[in-house]
C-alpha cells in the first residue's frame, strides 16, 4: 500500500525565514511525486509533479526536490501570502491509473 | 476559463438522512474525481471517471454511497443515510486526460458536510 508521510505537521516562520517541508513516501512504483498548496476553505491547487531522483522544479519562491525515498519543498524568503497548507501526493504505476496518495500536509504560518 | 463548480458548498443534516452533492468538472475534462477529505487530513480518493464510466470505485462504501455521471459532464455524489462519521469535506476533481497525466487534477472548492 502506497504511503506518504509529512513532516512538520505545522511550520511558522518569520517573513523571510527560508525553510524546507518534507515529504517521505513508500511507493511500489513511483509515476510520480506531486506538490499542491491548500488555502483554508478551498480545494487544492496543484504546484509541481516530479518524476525521478535529482528533479527539481522551481516556482516563484518555491523549490521542490526528489530523491528516491522522499521529496523536498523548499520555501525561500517566504511572504506571508504563502501561507497554507502544502500537501504532497504519489501515483503508482500498475491498475491504480489517476490515482494520488495524499499525504496530512503540512501547515505553513509565515509572519511579518 | 470557468473552474470545477461544486453545490452545494455547505449542508448541515441530521444522522439517517439522505444528501446529495453536485459537481461540474472543466469543459473539456473526462476525467472526474470524488474525492473526501476529513479535518486535518489529505484528500482521499472516493471514485473515480473515465466519461461515463467508473473506473475506480474501490474506496466507495457502497451501501450508503453512490455516484453517477450521466453524459460524461456533470457527476452526483448521494449519501444515503447519513452517518456522524460522514462529516467531512466532499471534493470534486477534473483532469484533461484519459489513463494517467501528470498528476494535475483541477479541484472545486469542496462542500463541507456536517451530520448531526
Request: hydrophobic content about 30%.
Amino acid at each position: 500500500e502506497d504511503q506518504v508521510t509529512q513532516s512538520p505537521e505545522a511550520l511558522r516562520l518569520q517573513e523571510g525565514e527560508s525553510s524546507s517541508l518534507n515529504c517521505s513516501y513508500t511507493v511500489s512504483g513511483l509515476r510520480g511525486l506531486f506538490w499542491y498548496r491548500q488555502d483554508p476553505g478551498k480545494g487544492p491547487e496543484f504546484l509541481f509533479t516530479l518524476y525521478s531522483a535529482g528533479e527539481e522544479k522551481e516556482k516563484e519562491r518555491l523549490k521542490a526536490t526528489l530523491t528516491k525515498k522522499e521529496s523536498f519543498l523548499h520555501i525561500t524568503a517566504p511572504k506571508p501570502e504563502d501561507s497554507a497548507t502544502y500537501l504532497c501526493a504519489v501515483q503508482a504505476w500498475g491498475g491504480g491509473g489517476n490515482k494520488l496518495t495524499f499525504g496530512t500536509g503540512t501547515q505553513l504560518k509565515v509572519e511579518l | 476559463e470557468a473552474g470545477v463548480v461544486q453545490s452545494p458548498r455547505y449542508k448541515i443534516i441530521e444522522k439517517k438522512q439522505p444528501v446529495a452533492f453536485w459537481c461540474n468538472p472543466i469543459s473539456g475534462h473526462n476525467t472526474l474525481y470524488w474525492y473526501r477529505q476529513n479535518l486535518g487530513q489529505g484528500p482521499e480518493l472516493l471514485i473515480r471517471y473515465e466519461n461515463e464510466e467508473a473506473v475506480d470505485d474501490s474506496q466507495l462504501p457502497k451501501d450508503r454511497f453512490s455516484a453517477e455521471r450521466l453524459k460524461g459532464v456533470d457527476s452526483t455524489l448521494k449519501i444515503q443515510p447519513a452517518e456522524l462519521g460522514d462529516s467531512a469535506v466532499y471534493l470534486c476533481a477534473s483532469s484533461p486526460l484519459a489513463g494517467g497525466n501528470t498528476g494535475e487534477l483541477f479541484f472545486g472548492e469542496g462542500s463541507r458536510l456536517t451530520v448531526l
